[in-house]
Each structure stands twice: as C-alpha cells, then as structure tokens.
C-alpha cells in the first residue's frame, strides 16, 4: 500500500497504525498541501481535495477519510487490538468517539489553518480563525470530560489514543491540554512512550 503524507498532518494518524501493526507501505511525501500550488496539483490525480491521507490499497483502489481507513486497517489486519470488536462492551463508545474526532475537531482545522478559502474578505479572515479555534478548545473539553484513565476507553487501548496522541500535537498544542485537558495530555503521554509508535513519532515530530 502507498500512503501520501505530510509528516506532522492527518496523514500521522495512519502511519502509526501502520507501525502498529507491521503492515508493508510506502510513504510518498507530498509538501505542504497549503503552500504548495505543486502539491496541490499533484495531490488532486488521487484526491479531488487534495487532502492526506489518501491512500492506494494493493489493487489499485484509493481510500480516503481517516476514520474510514482505521476500520478497514483493523478488517484487514483481522485484528482488534485497535478496535474493539462487536462482542466488546467499548465497542459503541470507540466508534462514537472516533467519529465525533474526525466529524467535529479535525474540520476545525480544516477551516482555521487557512481561513481565507472559506472566508473571502480578508478583515473577516482573522476573526474567523480566532473563533474557529475557540470552538475546538470546547469540543475538546467535551472529550476531556468523557475520558477514561489510563486509556480513553479506560484500560482497553484503542485506536482513539493514537488519534489523542497525533492531534494533541496541533493546536491548541501540549502544553494547553497539560493545563486544561490534563486527562487528554496524560493519554498522548503514554502514546508517546509506545515503543511500536516512537520511530512514527520522530519522523513526524521531531
């Protein structure tokens, strides 16, 4: 499989669970997808929105959307260690909290890391952003408030603490959620010291 990536973007996500699993891939890096007019042409042959991940399986097909690419990882895999299978009671929180990652608090970047292609006029941009940003430190409360110890799911490891240890790294950054978040900041602690995840963690945030 061929993962396009941007090391420190939503392409991490997928990485480590390649780690994680010892599945074979190549990682093609694409550039900066806001910066890069290039690596926004490029991107587009796989990806009409020229977003990572995306990522080509081995017949040829193209999967998209993180979340998405997580469960059909743990199909694959035939394993649960990421994913709690239909007989495991943390099984409907693990995919309610993995959608309302990826549905709520991952747009918010989407929209506030370059606010300008949603907002035009540029006085309305920076308002825009600040707002935006506001809002994701609510929804991470609402995940603060809903997490176990020591994993999210509570002592059952899951896929969750990977997104936790990726996403903690993107604003508002470590050191907020050590201050208001500290269930949060203790779990992507404990991601970091993962020895499967530390070469994924170095090449992503050095």
Known sequence: MKLFANPGWGSALIETQFAWYGLAHEIEDVGDLFQSAAAR?????????????????????????????????????????????????????????????????YPT?????????????????KPFRDAVRGYRKRLWLTVENEAGAPWFLGERFSAIDIYLGVMTHWRPRRAWFEKDAPKLA???????????LKPVWRRNFP
Request: charged share 25%.
């Open 41 to 105: 042409q490029s991107m587009k042959r796989y990806n009409a929105i020229h977003q990572v991940p995306t990522l080509i399986l081995d017949d040829g097909s193209l999967m998209t959307e993180s979340a998405a690419i997580t469960l059909y990882l743990a199909d694959l895999t035939k394993s649960a260690e990421l994913e709690p299978s239909a007989a495991e009671p943390e099984r409907a929180q693990f995919l309610r909290w993995l959608v309302f990652l990826v549905a709520n608090v």
């Open 109 to 125: 970047f989407t929209y506030a890391d370059e606010p300008s292609r949603f907002v035009e006029v540029e006085a309305a941009q």
């Open 186 to 196: 203790a779990i992507a602690r404990r991601a970091d010291a993962m020895d499967k």
